[in-house]
């Protein structure tokens, strides 16, 4: 199975030209960049040419760059209004999220990648029919964007109510975007219906994941096996996808492991003994 990892493991520092050698010095071939200011600062021009030209001269591939959730660089505390939401019915402050996206996208000019991670709509967002009409019009204008930099918009199972995998196998047939892809999420789906059942009702349309763990209760990224999903089976299910979607980490650093990298190649390793086991 392809192998990635998420730079959120490190979403509390600065991404630095170190963390990815460390990346690719400990094997791992691909890398999604988790687009927080405090972070990978998309806007910032002298952060983006450094990283774009550690790339071009460095085999560890980009594969994609999760979209915004905030615009501000302190999780959406510094103001009102500071989440990006697509959904957002009221048309200024939507134009403003989508704008924040493009920002994101841009990077692509100097920094190519394949896919952009997406969330439609904020955590606990309520299913509104207009939600969905103000997704479609801000989607519509972004995978536009996205196409002519060569990028594929992913969208992701959430804990709200617009991003059920029913929700989001409705939001497709009712805008007819088939061009979009879905990131399928364990955690989200451990804190819903269920890894097997959630992943198997989006399966034709995975094209990336975010693999980690909690105890479901909250979105604690953690590591495999430190929470309550059941991996072997959902091992199973994540096996039956097409062979070009990868077990992509995307791992939160609690402290528990004093060397994360060496960590997230135990587990990888892990994962795939259990893809790979015969069924019971």
Known sequence: MLRALSTHL???????LDWLAKIEAAGIPAVEIFSAKQ???YTDTGQVSDVAAWFADHNL?????HSPLYKDYEWGRSRGGAAVNLAEPERVRRLESVDEVKRCLEVAEQLPFSYLVQHLGVPREEFE???????YASLETLHLFAKQRGVQILLENIPNDLSTPQRLLQFLQYTRMKELGICFDTGHAHLAGGVEADFEALRPLVVSTH??????????HLFPFQGTILWEPAMRALATANDSVPVQLELRDHGDFPQPLEKALETFRRLEELALAPKP
């Open 211 to 220: 693999v980690h763990d909690n105890r479901g209760q909250q979105d604690d």
């Open 61 to 65: 591939q980009l594969r994609s760059l």
């Open 10 to 16: 490190f979403v509390n520092h600065r991404l630095t």
């Open 39 to 41: 972070h990978f600062d």
């Open 129 to 135: 029919e207009k939600k969905f009409d103000a997704a």
